[in-house]
């Protein structure tokens, strides 16, 4: 299992970068205070990310579970190095992939409740080797009810990759495998994660302002 400092630390000094450093869509500029990780960086950490999950699981095929919505850039990119190391490595593994959406969000809390949406029979993970892709592991609740649920199938092992980790009070004391970064507790967007489905269609991670969360407010 990857240990704590196996990650990349963002402390809670950590100002970020000025948005003007960076190209941000016009119709987000007000809405965020700063770029906290750059594209590039996550693109690299990802990079990483797939080397040590392959050096892990590479030996039986794995399933990718891909957790949506929030999940699917970093879920896409990190497949997309998994194959590169396929296609480039003597040793290489079948892959097959699946998605699972989760819903326990409302505004920037979590509701503690959760729901299982779409995915296939999940029967099919019997006796597998399960790779479980997140965006970000905030309370990890979520994560744990889904685990527990994942067990009742089964599968031969399962791993979660997430890309974030937040450092918060309210966290159950849960863990993944893999982590691209762990951050402070202050509510980022962009890559994907969502505030109220906004800022998916942003490439950089951002710490939103509270213009932002005013404006997409449910």
């Not at 949506?68 to 490595?89: E, P, S, T």
């Not at 949406?117 to 997140?134: C, F, H, Q, W």
């Not at 744990?144 to 092992?157: D, H, S, V």
């Amino acid at each position: 299992m990857a240990s704590v400092s196996s990650c990349v630390v963002i402390n809670d000094e950590e100002q970020g970068y000025d948005l003007d450093l960076f190209c941000i869509p016009k119709h987000y500029a007000a809405d965020l205070e700063r770029v906290y990780i750059p594209h590039g960086l996550i693109m690299d950490r990802t990079e990483r990310l797939a080397r040590d999950i392959m050096k892990d699981m590479g030996g039986h095929h794995i399933v990718a579970l891909c957790v949506l919505k929030g999940g699917y850039k970093f879920f896409a990119d990190l497949l997309d190095y998994i194959k590169a190391l396929n296609r480039n490595n003597d040793r290489s593994i079948p892959m097959t992939v699946d998605f699972i959406r989760l819903k326990s969000y409302q505004n920037d809390q979590s509701t503690g409740d959760i729901k299982v949406i779409g995915g296939d029979d999940l029967s099919t993970l019997t006796g597998k080797n399960v790779l479980i892709v997140e965006d970000i592991i905030d309370t990890g609740k979520t994560m744990k009810t889904l685990l527990e649920l994942l067990k009742q199938y089964n599968p031969k092992m399962v791993k979660v990759a997430s890309l974030l980790v937040k450092r918060t009070p309210r966290s159950v004391g849960y863990r993944p495998d893999f982590v691209g970064f762990e951050i402070p507790d202050k509510f980022v967007v962009g890559y994907a994660l969502d505030y109220n489905e906004y800022f998916r269609d942003l490439n950089h991670i951002c710490v939103i302002n509270e213009t932002g969360m005013e404006k997409y407010k449910a």
